[in-house]
Nanobody, 123 residues
């Protein structure tokens, strides 16, 4: 069992940066691949980024590649999403999720989800 709590969201202007954190509790965090997803108003939830259990491999959606960086600190049971050069279209609720089924962008393979943190980017 893994419990996830996101933090770090807020309201920023276009071009600003934010760092989201996802604190995990449970004994399986270091064995889990972690992902970030987001859901904008009126849209389906979409994949943002994912990282393997040891952090050696990452994967990004094309829309955030080069601007966002996912990382993790297994000693702190935390995964991060550094978001730079934010755009209004990045406005969404951001969720972190955990899976033990390998690195994947498919939300159906993630077993544990946080409650989400709101990110709002104004033009």
């Amino acid at each position: 069992q893994v419990q996830l709590v996101e933090s770090g969201g807020g309201m920023v202007q276009a071009g600003d940066s934010l760092r989201l954190s996802c604190a995990a509790s449970g004994r399986t965090f270091s064995d889990s691949c972690m992902g970030w997803f987001r859901q904008a108003p009126g849209k389906e939830r979409e994949f943002v980024a994912a990282i393997t259990d040891r952090g050696g491999t990452t994967n990004y959606a094309d829309s955030v590649k080069g601007r966002f960086t996912i990382s993790r600190d297994n000693a702190k049971n935390t995964v991060y999403l550094q978001m730079n050069s934010l755009k209004p279209e990045d406005t969404a609720i951001y969720y972190c999720a955990a899976t033990r089924r390998g690195l994947t962008s498919d939300e159906n393979f993630y077993d544990y989800w946080g409650q989400g943190t709101q990110v709002t980017v104004s033009a």
